[in-house]
């Protein structure tokens, strides 16, 4: 589980304006999504910062309960706009 940090792996960074207009972030979750999937995994979670929120839930992301306060703690870290987000995958 990606929440617990047991099988964790990767960070995100933005995208600079020329990569959005080519539609580079949508091609790299999509190869995230994917090895995550090759690796088993059940979900993808992710911190939403910087009010990017609703280019999450575009990309099939929900809003997730925070499970512990350790991970409270980490998300509070970022921000008071940060949410806890998450895509479940399908089954390979």
């Known amino acids: ?24 972030g949508s091609a790299l979750l999509s190869q995230v999504l994917r090895r995550a999937q090759d690796m088993g995994l059940p979900r993808v979670v992710l911190i939403a910062v910087q009010g990017s929120v ?6 099939g992301f929900a809003e997730r309960a925070v499970p512990s306060a350790a ?5 509070d870290s970022f921000g008071a706009e940060a949410r806890l987000m998450q895509r479940l995958l399908r089954a390979a």
């Not at 099988?7 to 990569?19: I, K």
């Not at 609703?54 to 990309?59: A, D, G, I, M």
């Not at 991970?71 to 998300?75: I, R």
């Open 1 to 24: 589980d990606v929440v617990s940090h047991s099988r964790s792996f990767g960070e995100a960074r933005a995208v600079a304006p020329a990569g959005r207009a080519q539609r580079l």
């Open 54 to 59: 609703p280019y999450w839930q575009r990309q």
């Open 71 to 75: 991970l409270q703690a980490k998300l």
